[in-house]
């Protein structure tokens, strides 16, 4: 665990996360919460035609379209929003953002999420690039690779105010079933905030992460005075004892606490995580539990 010498603490998933919480960090610089930050973290994945398991450039499902999912979560009020199966739009963190702020539901899908999405002024695009088309067709041939690309951009901000927030956003599983939900827009599962404890995001498998409420589990033990790095590996632990998959199980996370302290794990040693505390953004890696 370490400690954040500044108030201001982003954390984000995956070395391509140090992107996001510049993003990010820039966005309280100017004035920003934390709800504002993580959105602006999460939009850097989403808009980057490189990354192939968030947003614009992700890993479509089998009928080759990309169907993305994303959640936002506002310590004050435990406020949420989120989408899931959701097909054309550039950014979904925003959507999900707008479902908290705008409609009295917290969780927007399919058919119904984009057309929300139009409704509320969001553009239609097409997420599947020329390169990810091709994979997509070669992939129809060989079926290799399928269920790969779980490298979800998960990100927690604390500001200036002592307000916690979180958000995630991903493409998901590679070549998923048309309709397939992962854990990133599962409140508690992709990521979970307590304003007066702390805020989690997850990365991984889906199908492993929302079987332990993953985030939840996090915040809870932060919230028994577990630091960061002791709650991630305690959730980590747990689930290494009682899943079939054992280590095999794919599950990173990242965790912040009200304190600014902060931390990192995922099953096997080396989870890469980007961080932002006062000073330059690093990218530090998890210990691990195995
Ligand atoms: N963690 C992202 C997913 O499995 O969809």
Redesign the pocket.
């Known amino acids: 665990m370490e400690t954040g010498s500044s108030k201001e603490v982003v954390v984000a998933t995956w070395e391509f996360g140090a992107a996001c919480v510049d993003a990010a960090v820039h966005t309280l610089k100017q004035g920003g919460t934390a709800l504002d930050a993580v959105e602006s973290g999460a939009a850097v994945a989403e808009a980057d035609p490189a990354n192939r398991?968030v947003g614009f450039g992700g890993t479509p499902n089998r009928d080759g379209v990309v169907q993305v999912?994303a959640a936002i979560m506002w310590g004050p009020g435990r406020q949420a929003g989120s989408v899931a199966a959701l097909e054309g739009i550039l950014h979904p963190i925003s959507v999900a953002r707008r479902v908290m702020e705008v409609s009295p539901h917290v969780m927007l899908a399919g058919e119904g999420a984009a057309r929300f999405a139009l409704e509320q002024g969001f553009e239609e695009v097409d997420l599947l690039t020329e390169e990810t088309r091709k994979q997509w067709e070669v992939w129809r041939e060989t079926r290799a690779g399928e269920g790969e690309n779980?490298?979800?951009i998960g990100v927690v901000a604390l500001d200036s105010a002592g307000n916690l927030a979180a958000s995630?956003s991903?493409?998901?599983?590679g070549y998923?079933f048309p309709g397939?939900?992962?854990?990133?827009p599962i409140i508690g599962s992709?990521l979970y905030v307590d304003n007066d404890v702390g805020a989690a995001a997850?990365?991984?498998?889906?199908?492993?992460?929302?079987r332990y409420c993953a985030c939840y589990e996090v915040v809870a033990q932060m919230a028994r005075g577990h630091s960061p790095d002791e709650a991630c590996s305690s959730l980590l632990r747990s689930v290494l004892e009682k899943d079939p998959k054992g280590a095999d199980a794919?599950i990173s996370l990242v965790a912040l606490n009200k304190e600014g302290a902060y931390g990192g794990s995922g099953m096997q040693k080396g989870f890469p995580y980007a961080v932002a505390a006062g000073a330059e953004t690093r990218v530090l890696r998890g210990a691990g539990v195995v």
């Not at 991903?170 to 599983?173: H, I, L, N, Q, V």
């Not at 397939?180 to 990133?184: A, P």
């Not at 997850?202 to 929302?210: H, K, R, V």
Request: net charge negative.
């Open positions: 398991s999912d779980h490298d979800t995630c991903t493409s998901g599983a998923k397939r939900v992962g854990d990133s992709g997850a990365t991984g498998l889906g199908e492993d992460i929302m794919s």
